[in-house]
């Protein structure tokens, strides 16, 4: 998973921030990219506490959440997430 290899690469007391769109059973197949450039792939949002639940379940601990609802012209919420690796006992 994703985040075990974050808390695998982090030197004890290193942080991660991870940051991003976040969604409840969203699934996108994007086919413009900005500037109009052709993309092809797929991607899940996640709910805010899933996602702090995986980095918790991965070893980290989360120490700063932030979760932006929408301004007017927005279509999605946006996450950001702070979480380091425990410093050795």
Do not use: N
Request: without cysteine; charged residues 20%; hydrophobic residues 40%.
């Amino acid at each position: 998973m994703v985040f075990s290899e974050f808390h695998r690469a982090l030197v004890p007391g290193g942080h991660v921030m991870l940051a991003g769109h976040v969604g409840v059973g969203q699934h996108l197949r994007p086919t413009q990219a900005y500037g109009g450039l052709p993309v092809s792939y797929e991607s899940y949002l996640l709910p805010p506490d899933r996602l702090a639940e995986l980095l918790k379940q991965s070893g980290l601990v989360l120490t700063a959440r932030l979760v932006e609802e929408p301004d007017e012209g927005a279509e999605r919420t946006f996450a950001t997430f702070l979480a380091r690796k425990p410093e050795r006992p």
